[in-house]
Structures are given as structure tokens and as C-alpha cells.
């Protein structure tokens, strides 16, 4: 029984929770918002808001809506 089994079975438990919770889209939403917060929220672990953040910032990058400002010219 290893330490990483046992994150994995306490981080399943505690999604199971926060699948519950009817405020788990405004943790979730801190959770992106705020690079330092560890442990569970809005039902995701640091490693998938990780790749949430990645897969946002890549779309928001292909996007032909995408705006980039350049104060230069301003």
C-alpha cells in the first residue's frame, strides 16, 4: 500500500464530495483563478486544473476571436 494509492483513493473520496456541493462551479472557478490552491476543488485535482488552464489558454490562442493588444501603436 503505497502513499500514491492512498492519494488516489483520498482525492476519489473527496471528488465524491464535491460532486455534491451545489457551490462546486464557484470553487472550481477560484481554483483556476488562483495558481497556489492545493487539494481538491470543484471537483478537480491541481494536476487537471493545471491541464483546464493549459487547454483555455491554447484555445484562446487558435481562436481567430482572439485579441491581442499591442499599446505600442497607441
Known amino acids: 500500500f503505497s502513499v500514491t494509492v492512498a492519494r488516489r483513493k483520498l482525492a ?3 471528488k465524491a464530495i464535491s460532486a455534491q456541493c ?3 462551479s464557484e470553487r472550481l472557478e ?3 483563478c488562483h495558481l497556489g490552491v492545493t487539494g481538491i476543488w470543484g471537483g ?3 494536476a487537471e486544473r493545471h491541464r483546464i488552464r493549459r487547454q ?8 481567430p476571436l482572439s485579441v491581442h493588444t499591442d499599446r505600442s501603436h497607441a
Open 30 to 32: 477560484f481554483a483556476l
Open 56 to 63: 483555455v489558454r491554447e484555445a484562446a490562442a487558435s481562436s
Open 12 to 14: 476519489s473520496r473527496a
Open 44 to 46: 478537480t485535482t491541481p
Open 22 to 24: 451545489v457551490v462546486w
